[in-house]
Nanobody
Framework: QVQLVESGGGLVQTGGSLRLSCAAS????????MGWFRQAPGKERDFVGA???????NYADSVKGRFTISRDSAKNTVYLQMNSLKPEDTAVYYC??????????????????WGQGTQVTVSS
C-alpha cells in the first residue's frame, strides 16, 4: 500500500522560505516520478514541479528559480524547498507519485497516489 505524508507547511511572510517534506512508504522514490502540486481556493490543482526516477527535475514557470525539488533515497523522502515566497504561492500543497515507473511528464492524471496535503500561507 502506497502512502505519502507531507509535512512542513505553515504561515510565512512574503519573501520567506519553507521546506516541505513528503515521506513515502510502499513506494521507492527513486523508481517513480515524485511530483508536487498545489491547489488554491476555488482553483484547479496545478503542477508545481517533479523529480524523475533519473533525478531530473522540471518546474512550472511560476516557481522556476524559486523552488527546488530534491530527494533522499535513504529516507525515502522528497523535499520541496520554497524560497522568495509570494502571496500567490498560498495553497494546499500535495505530494504525489506516478502510477508507472520512469514517468517524466507533469500530467496530473499520471500521478496515481497522493498525500493528504499541507497548507502553505504567505502573508503580504
Amino acid at each position: 500500500q502506497v502512502q505519502l505524508v507531507e509535512s512542513g507547511g505553515g504561515l510565512v511572510q512574503t519573501g520567506g522560505s519553507l521546506r516541505l517534506s513528503c515521506a513515502a512508504s510502499g513506494r521507492t522514490v527513486r523508481t517513480y516520478a515524485m511530483g508536487w502540486f498545489r491547489q488554491a481556493p476555488g482553483k484547479e490543482r496545478d503542477f508545481v514541479g517533479a523529480i524523475t526516477s533519473g533525478g531530473s527535475t522540471n518546474y512550472a514557470d511560476s516557481v522556476k528559480g524559486r523552488f527546488t525539488i530534491s530527494r533522499d533515497s535513504a529516507k525515502n523522502t522528497v523535499y520541496l524547498q520554497m524560497n522568495s515566497l509570494k502571496p500567490e504561492d498560498t495553497a494546499v500543497y500535495y505530494c504525489a507519485t506516478s502510477t508507472y515507473t520512469y514517468y517524466r511528464g507533469r500530467d496530473l492524471s499520471a500521478f496515481g497516489y497522493w498525500g493528504q496535503g499541507t497548507q502553505v500561507t504567505v502573508s503580504s
